[in-house]
């Protein structure tokens, strides 16, 4: 009822609000292949290779009333080919998603074994606020941290690290209040309700509290952050300033679990811009230790408790312990960027390439090209983790190729 009441609100909203205010829609469609090793978990499935045509519409309403201001969002989701079977077939061997939010406000549309749509409210929330103070409720999205491509103190629904679309960051049902300083400083508190297990009641075990503050300190911009997490405590530090003409961030995440043991991760990262000729270029680096994570090979029916919790919760990606990102925007020309990276396991020497190309076809339309490939041998981060010690089968990313035409209006 709540799902269905919700897809009506935003519905609803959508409808009555496009005459007097308008609404922006984003839609997308596009088509990606993909080759899997035939010793990897897709290959042995059956998908050693793989098509899917992919589409997406967001349609996006904003409107207010005094101090008050409201968002609401609908997406349509299409997917048809191998990925959708893929996703079904691979479900029995991966730990089971727990909820990220406490609503479940998506509907199926239709099912098959190779075709899905979906229709998903991923923003409906109301705003108040003052010059000094801004109360927010309902579904929304925050982010954390001064991570490039890891997020270990974006604790909310943060992105993966090789996740190619950033444009908008999921939403979650959640209580929001800032209040800002005269200094600049700002301290930021969020409750995020959960259930334990979907459709549940709300477990504050599930749920997460926390109270985040930014300020000055010296010639620093810093930050603090002390939350209760589904059941675990976690503080963090984090320091940013400039280095010549590039900028630098520093962050620290201690996890004191529910067990007794204490996980601590940290990351570097260094940003700078330069020309090259009459290419304008972007660049970073990032180190991140991550404190759940294990050594190199380890199967996955080995992986300790502590990560996949953490796996399932969307919080960490990798189950290795230290990683180095690179990265680069080259400007070609006015209407293309050509965005070269890589992450790379710093403890067994296994790699993920990628590279990105966005063409600008007009004001509100672009093509958008990946391609992403995993290097290095079976029994590392990249290469593949085998599903279970001595079964001859690994969990290893395929290579990816995907072309997307994207369209706002």
Request: aromatic residues 10%; charged residues 10%.
């Amino acid at each position: 009822m709540i799902r269905a009441a919700s897809l009506f609100a935003a519905f609803g909203l959508i409808a009555t609000s496009a005459a007097a205010e308008g609404i922006q829609v984003r839609t997308e469609i596009g088509g990606e292949l993909a080759w899997a090793e035939a010793y990897s978990l897709d290959g042995v499935l059956g998908f050693e290779n793989q098509q899917t045509l992919l589409g997406n519409a967001r349609l996006m309403w904003t409107g207010s009333a005094g101090d008050f201001s409201f968002e609401a969002a609908l997406q349509l989701g299409f997917a048809s080919g191998d990925k959708v079977a893929l996703t079904t077939a691979m479900a029995p061997f991966l730990p089971p998603a727990l909820p990220s939010t406490w609503a479940n406000l998506t509907a199926a549309l239709v099912t098959d074994p190779t075709t899905g749509v979906l229709a998903n409210v991923d923003r409906l929330s109301v705003t108040w606020a003052n010059e000094n103070l801004v109360l927010k409720a309902g579904r929304q999205a925050i982010t954390w941290g001064s991570g490039l491509v890891f997020h270990p103190t974006d604790i909310v629904a943060p992105f993966a690290p090789n996740a190619i679309d950033t444009t908008y960051k999921p939403g979650v049902d959640m209580l929001y209040g800032q209040y800002l300083f005269d200094s600049g400083a700002d301290i930021q508190a969020i409750a995020v309700p959960r259930p334990l297990v979907a459709g549940g009641a709300v477990d504050i075990d599930a749920s997460t509290l926390a109270l985040r503050g930014q300020f000055q300190l010296g010639n620093f911009d810093a930050s603090l952050m002390l939350a209760f997490d589904r059941g675990d405590t976690v503080a963090s530090l984090g320091l940013s300033g400039a280095l010549g003409g590039a900028t630098w961030n520093a962050e620290y995440i201690g996890w004191q679990l529910a067990d007794g043991s204490f996980k601590p991760s940290w990351l570097v990262n260094i940003s700078n811009f330069t020309t090259l000729g009459d290419v304008n270029v972007q660049y970073f680096g990032e180190y991140f230790h991550n404190g759940f994570g294990v050594a190199s090979g380890t199967p996955l029916n080995a992986l300790p408790p502590s990560l996949i919790k953490r796996l399932s919760t969307g919080q960490v990606f990798l189950t290795g312990r230290d990683y180095l990102a690179l990265g680069a925007a080259f400007q070609v020309s006015a209407d293309l960027t050509l965005s070269p990276n890589a992450i790379v396991s710093l403890n067994d020497g296994s790699a993920l390439l990628g590279i990105g190309l966005d063409y600008a076809l007009g004001d509100n339309t672009n093509i958008m090209f990946n391609y992403s490939q995993p290097v290095g041998p079976t029994g590392t981060s990249f290469g593949g983790l085998e599903t279970f010690g001595g079964s001859g089968v690994f969990v290893r990313p395929a290579n990816t190729a995907s072309l997307k035409l994207v369209h706002y209006f």
